[in-house]
């Protein structure tokens, strides 16, 4: 058996998230029959997070295992014949048996996308949040650093039951705008259920005035999602790239 590693995008607007459900279109669901259309055999692919209804992918990295001949170019060219279009398979490779995209992974890098002009962009509704008042992205950039480093990240989750931990080491975060347009990027050795949505809500608060800058440092010392800001909407939300030790 091959272990086959896909680096794929999608619209996730059509999408109940990344995994199956029953009668609900899923990105899960369609890469494996396309996969099984192609091979003959529907595999169980894993990737390297589960994204939610509504949320985009960049670079998500899925595995899975099968017998096929199929050499890597075949894959991409082959899937993305069969795949509709808000799906797109970009490289495939050989790996390790022993390689797991979720385990493996060492950082994941998300964006948040907001559309901060006074009237919304008609264009911009599938891939950004609306916000008409003008946010103060220095002082959310000013409060996101508060969250720079390994902390218990609970006042930032929904609740999920499968979750032992709730501690994650956020990397680097970021607030940047470039006119109106406004992206918060959050990298992180994992993530929790709603976590980039919840801390975006969050700064969000702050670039709009009613809340101190200090407040975030508040809310993450308190580990009680009540103490945070409310979810973002999840069109706004991204997976840009999944970092691994050794690449392909």
Request: aromatic share 8%; glycine share 8%.
């Amino acid at each position: 058996m091959r272990n086959i590693k896909l680096l794929l995008s999608y619209d996730g607007t059509d999408f109940s998230g990344w995994q199956r459900q029953r009668d609900r279109r899923t990105v899960q669901q369609e890469l494996e029959e396309a996969i099984g259309r192609l091979t003959g055999t529907i595999p169980s692919s894993n990737a390297s997070g589960r994204t939610d209804a509504g949320v985009h992918a960049l670079g998500q990295v899925v595995h899975f295992f099968t017998a096929s001949l199929h050499r890597p170019e075949v894959f991409v060219k082959a899937l993305n014949a069969i795949l509709t279009p808000d799906v797109r398979i970009h490289g495939a490779w050989d790996v390790p048996q022993s390689f797991h995209c979720t385990l493996d992974a060492k950082t994941k890098l998300y964006r948040y996308v907001i559309d901060n002009g006074p009237v919304a962009d008609p264009f911009r509704l599938r891939y950004a949040d609306h916000i008409h008042q003008r946010l103060d992205t220095d002082a959310m950039h000013r409060a996101a650093h508060a969250l720079k480093g390994r902390h218990d990240f609970h006042s930032f989750e929904t609740n999920w039951p499968n979750r032992t931990s709730s501690v994650r080491t956020i990397t680097s975060i970021g607030v940047m705008r470039t006119d109106d347009n406004v992206a918060i990027e959050v990298e992180a050795d994992g993530f929790l259920y709603n976590m980039v949505r919840s801390i975006t809500g969050t700064l969000v608060m702050v670039g709009l005035g009613r809340r101190p800058e200090g407040w975030v440092a508040e809310a993450l010392a308190a580990e009680d999602r009540s103490a945070a800001g409310p979810t973002a909407p999840p069109q706004g939300l991204f997976l840009v790239r999944v970092c691994y030790e050794i690449s392909p």
